[in-house]
């Protein structure tokens, strides 16, 4: 068999194995939190009898490893079940309930890395050849700072700006300034142009309009990412640029874009793309500050409210997803490392 | 390059003339002069040698000829004019029009100048498409006919494998092709086949000769080795410390050199010493067989006798199992089958089922004495742990004894709270000698040990190792891919060819014909003094080759 294929099915059938050694975690991680969706529904108040006539309704009280087997069952079966919030002739599905906010969330991070990715890609390639100019150092700087803020900070901050366009002229600070020089200041701040700073979204927002509301969000998540990144690309690109075959391109009078391009990023990408997947899993997993802030209706918040309200279900299933999505990137950041490596895909 | 009718040849105008070139390097927060003040010309279609030991300058030399210093080198002074044009004067972008079409590069580590993201024949065009000399397709057919002249195999198809997927010497050949794909005014060879065992050289060699002389190149041909630069430049140029020592035709060189420095660059080639036949054996290795992961035999049935207090030089080409052999004696490999008696008792096959006694008796030094001494310790350090491990000295008699050892690898106790990055080479390879010989062994393994030396120091190291033996009536292993050291030192020679034993017997009998087939071939490969040695075997070998087919 093709070694490249072999080592995918490899990584593939590992994947699926730390899958199953999440799910046995998760289940018990769940397992022990304090109370139950019965407690957590019916209150301080309610008597003992209650509360246990309500636990055998959502099955609640049949031993933890009948229950794991049944919930694993189902998932085999592509059954995530039902939200314990599900009445007697109102059924809601976990798989209803998550599959919106599971859209809004991957929205979000596909139109984060939209931007990010090439920017990142783009800023760590020109850092690599102009580096040590000030142009280096200003994106190292900057990238660096955004980066060193906690995320909710970057959130408010961009929030605050926008709120700022209309109403700067009119604070106290404006005052005291120089007329001319806190009307420049918001002429500057009315470049900006006034995205939403809360995210209203439903499953009738239209596309463009979807886009527009999660503007500020994306900005967030992309100052938050693009420094990780593009560091990688610009020391993968320099630590490559000390080869032979770098020396060698030089004295065949490649120009410098030529030889950090054809050179120099073909054998870098490993390292890069393994940091681009980890980062993209922090685009689904890790978002769930930055829903908050703008009122995103995404994954984050819907799992948060679901372990506050004890609806064990639908934190099984996010935190399932959240798992297969870490190891879905990883896996394929490994097969792009694999496919970029001629060594590997043309064995002698 | 030169031929036959070397000294006849019509050379042409002026190319290249450098004046007064200065180049420093930054290391330790400073600027050292690396070429103090080096003048030379080249006329179209001549090749000049640079020859020297490492640290000359003569790589330097070479790149600045392209009008380039390596990263952390800078030139300082001199003018270098090509064909007419100050090189140093130019713009960058200019120079860079220059470099490959013009002025092409060809260097020492084909495997690792080789980008191993592209396929040859991409690298080999690049240079004609990058600077608008043909289209791609016509590029490709002439990298095809280049291919073709360097007698690469499948030259149709070679173009469209990776760099890994070829062996050295195709490498380095190809390496010429893409030098060549600009038809360029001067190439730079820069240790070319250094890095290649002495049967693949001779094939490069003939072929980089070839092709230049067909397109009348110029070349400036760099090396360390002067029996290979005998047979490629028509004039050499002897360096040492950043400044030319000599300059001359290559014959007069080689018959009057006029300063001492340049007889002593082939002191080693003349090194011989008489072989010494055996009483009784020290290591008798039975029929051994080995593998890597338990696949790819290595080694197949060897068998070898070592004698007492003698050197038993085992000789072969990269691949033919020498170093296998070593990491079997070691213990660091478990034969697969087979078996090795040490002073007449069986070894256990395994590191860790022999006692201590057994590995103390029984040492190994390596080729690279950087990566054997650990960097953090002083040479003090280095040689007292042996001491303290095997025999159990310590204190003042530790610190005699580590006095000792010092005074016989001929070091002063001065070096003991050195680090290695504070020794040169020589020293450091020393330090592993006594290091080596601390715990007081029957027999020392020496993997290649002066193979990474320049010439005269392997000279020292090898002077060095034969007093050793007959003081202390050590045995030594040999493993040396080089004919000259095998000359200088051995007592027996084993020679070695795809994990199996060719011939074995006391030196003369090896060195003196009739030999085996692959020792012939391997003996008639090393490069002789001799201008016109390479032009002589091709032609020997030709003959034969004719008198098979008929």
Known sequence: MNPVVRTVLQRLGLGLITLFIVTIIIFSAIAMLPGDFAKAMLGQSATPETVAAFQREIGIDRPPVERYFAWVGQIVQGDFGSSFASRTGYRRTVAEIIAPRLYNTMFLAVMTALIAVPLALGLGILAALYRNSWFDRVVNTVTLTTISFPEFFVAYMLAYLIISRDTFIGTEFAQSLPEWLAASINWVLNLVPKFPTLANISDRTPFWEHVWRAALPSITLTLVIVAHMMRMTRVAIINMLASPYIDMARLKGMSPMAIVLRHALPNAWAPIVTVIAFNLAYLIVGVVVVEVVFVYPGIGQLMVDAVKSRDVPVVQACALIFAATYILLNLTADIISIATNPRLLHPR | ?550
């Open chain 2, 1 to 550: 390059m030169k031929s036959k009718n070397s000294g006849q040849r019509e050379k042409g105008t002026k190319l290249l003339s450098v004046r007064n070139l200065h180049v420093e390097g930054f290391s330790d927060e400073r600027w050292h002069p690396i070429v103090r003040g080096v003048d030379l010309s080249l006329n179209r279609g001549e090749v000049l040698g640079l020859i020297g030991e490492s640290g000359a300058g003569k790589s330097t030399i070479g790149l600045a000829a392209m009008g380039y210093a390596k990263p952390g080198c800078r030139i300082t002074q001199g003018s270098i004019l090509f064909d007419g044009v100050d090189l140093l004067a130019m713009t960058e972008t200019a120079r860079r029009r220059l470099r490959g079409s013009r002025i092409a590069y060809v260097a020492q580590s084909a495997a690792a100048s080789f980008n191993p993201a592209h396929r040859l024949l991409d690298q080999t065009v690049e240079t004609v498409v990058a600077h608008g000399i043909a289209s791609r397709e016509a590029a490709n057919r002439d990298a095809i006919k280049l291919y073709r002249r360097l007698h690469l195999p499948d030259p149709e198809t070679i173009g469209f494998r990776y760099p890994h997927q070829v062996s050295g010497g195709q490498l380095q050949r190809a390496m010429t092709a893409m030098a060549m794909a600009c038809r360029p005014d001067l190439i730079i060879f820069d240790e070319p086949t250094t890095a290649l065992d002495v049967t693949t050289q001779v094939e490069v060699l003939a072929s980089i000769r070839q092709i230049v002389e067909e397109f009348n190149t110029a070349a400036i041909y760099v090396t360390h080795d002067l029996a290979v630069v005998a047979q490629m430049a028509d004039r050499i140029m002897v360096l040492r410390h950043g400044r030319t020592v000599e300059e001359a035709e290559t014959r007069q060189m080689l018959a009057a050199p006029a300063e001492d420095y340049t007889r002593t660059l082939w002191a080693v080639r003349k090194l011989a010493k008489p072989e010494v036949p055996a009483a009784d054996h020290l290591l008798t290795i039975d029929n051994i067989t080995a593998a890597y992961a338990g696949k790819v035999k290595v080694l197949q049935d060897v068998s070898i006798k070592v004698p007492r207090g003698r050197t038993v030089a085992v000789v072969g080409e990269s691949g033919s199992g020498k170093s296998t052999l070593a990491r079997v004696i070691t213990g660091l490999l478990p034969p697969v089958s087979g078996s090795i008696s040490f002073a007449g008792h069986r070894l256990p096959r395994t590191l860790k089922e022999r006692p201590k006694d057994i590995l103390r008796r029984i040492q190994m030094i390596y080729q690279m004495p950087d990566n054997a001494l650990n960097p953090r310790q002083t040479v003090e350090e280095v040689i007292s742990r042996p001491l303290e491990f095997y025999l159990g000295l310590k204190g003042g008699a530790c610190d005699r004894r580590v006095g000792e050892l010092m005074h016989m690898i001929e070091m002063d106790e001065s070096f003991l709270d050195r680090l290695p990055s504070e020794l040169s080479g020589g020293q450091k390879q020393r330090i592993c000698i006594a290091r080596a010989l601390a715990a007081n062994p029957e027999l020392i393994i020496c993997d290649e040990v002066t193979s990474a030396l320049d010439q005269i120091v392997q000279e020292e190291i090898l002077k060095l190792l034969m007093r050793l033996q007959q003081e202390f009536g050590v045995s030594y292993i040999f493993i040396t891919h080089d004919i000259a050291t095998v000359r200088a030192i051995a007592d027996e020679i084993v020679v070695m060819h795809q994990g199996k034993v060719v011939e074995q017997g006391l030196k003369t009998e090896i060195l003196t014909p009739p030999h085996a087939p692959y020792t012939e071939l391997l003996l008639s490969s090393v490069p002789e003094m001799d201008p016109d040695w390479l032009t002589k075997l091709l032609e020997t070998r030709e003959r034969k080759r004719v008198g098979a087919a008929n």
